[in-house]
């Protein structure tokens, strides 16, 4: 089964000068959102203005993640600065549910007692935040393919578009039939939508940070695999796992017959093209032993209780 990884190529350049341009929109589209909402006495207004201030902040968080990411490998950070995307995917992420709870509280406050609401301030900037969002999203989609952290903040954008366009919905609603409730109400709608986006997509970059193996990934395929090389006769010992968005990590202990001991470097080099070629695993550590000499009653992935036949650890 093969695993493509491949995604989007974008200009580093141009990459950085899109994110920079919706930092700049969403902290302007922050400050009227929050002064109107403050004004015509709406929390649905205000709602969309902390999410588009949480954009705001997400967006300087991945631009400066983009920066560092691309910084190479040193005696520091031996595997590169690449998973500085996947932490922060992660604080937006959380960030997210920490915003969508506190407004679910906030819109139950103002269920219980509705205030006046300015219908056509609501409308009206209701409009603007969705041209904004809109704006970020697209100068967003193309880049959430290939990167975590950018999808992170296109969902953000997407929900905050769809959240503009309740809180024009209910502005119409208050200027129409004088709804009040409707404004917490859309409030609490928009905050679920939030937390189930931030809920849903929160998974991934935990996965990653926990070292976890990549989800479209089959660990017992790999396994079978490398058992398939001729003079293979166990694996044990293996770890998978997650090193950066786009790349695999792999190392474990290979065990060879006696016929094939001699051999060890033609099927060090069969076991990494198969890797490559079939689980876009390009980065192996493979570590072999003699069969006579190997440990026993090991354990298949993990660290484990490693006892050699001659009763050394590992």
């Known amino acids: 089964m093969s695993h493509d ?3 989007a190529h974008i200009d580093p350049a141009s990459g950085d000068k899109r994110v920079a341009i919706a930092i700049w929109a969403n902290g302007i589209l922050t400050v009227a959102q929050i002064a109107g909402g403050i004004f015509a006495g709406s929390l649905a ?6 999410h588009n201030f949480s954009d705001m902040a997400s967006l300087i968080i991945a631009f400066a993640a983009r920066k560092i990411a691309r910084r190479p490998a040193d005696a520091r950070m031996t595997f590169g600065y690449g998973r500085i995307e996947i932490v922060a995917a992660l604080i937006n992420y959380t960030t997210l549910i920490v915003i969508g709870l506190y407004l679910i509280y906030e819109g139950g406050m103002r269920m219980i007692d509705p205030p006046e609401v300015r219908g056509w301030w609501v409308v ?5 935040a ?5 704006l970020t999203a697209l100068l967003t989609y193309s880049m959430q393919k290939g990167s975590v952290n ?3 903040l296109f969902l953000h954008n997407l929900s905050d578009a769809l959240a503009s366009v309740a809180v024009i919905v209910g502005g119409v609603l208050i200027i129409l039939y004088d709804i009040r409730w409707v404004d917490p109400a859309i409030t609490i709608l928009i905050a679920l939508y939030i937390l189930y986006l931030a809920l849903t997509e929160i998974g991934g970059p935990i996965r990653t940070l926990m070292q976890g193996s990549p989800p479209d990934l089959d660990c017992s395929d790999v396994i079978d695999a490398m058992h398939g090389v001729d003079g293979v006769t166990e ?3 293996v770890h998978v796992w997650q090193m950066q968005e786009h790349e695999i990590g792999l190392e474990c202990h290979v065990v060879l017959n006696e016929d094939a001991w001699s051999d060890i470097e033609a099927i060090k080099s069969t076991i990494k093209k198969t890797l490559k070629e079939r689980f876009g695993i390009a980065h192996s550590s493979l570590e ?6 190997a440990h026993r009653n090991a354990d298949l ?8 036949e001659s009763g050394h650890s590992d």
């Open 150 to 152: 950018i999808r992170a």
């Open 45 to 50: 207004l205000i709602a969309d203005a902390l």
């Open 124 to 128: 009206i900037l209701g409009g603007i």
């Open 235 to 237: 694996v044990h010992h």
């Open 130 to 134: 969705l041209f904004i969002d809109t």
């Open 5 to 7: 990884h491949g995604h």
């Open 301 to 308: 992935y993990g660290h484990g209780s490693l006892q050699s």
């Open 288 to 293: 072999f032993e003699h069969v006579d000499r």
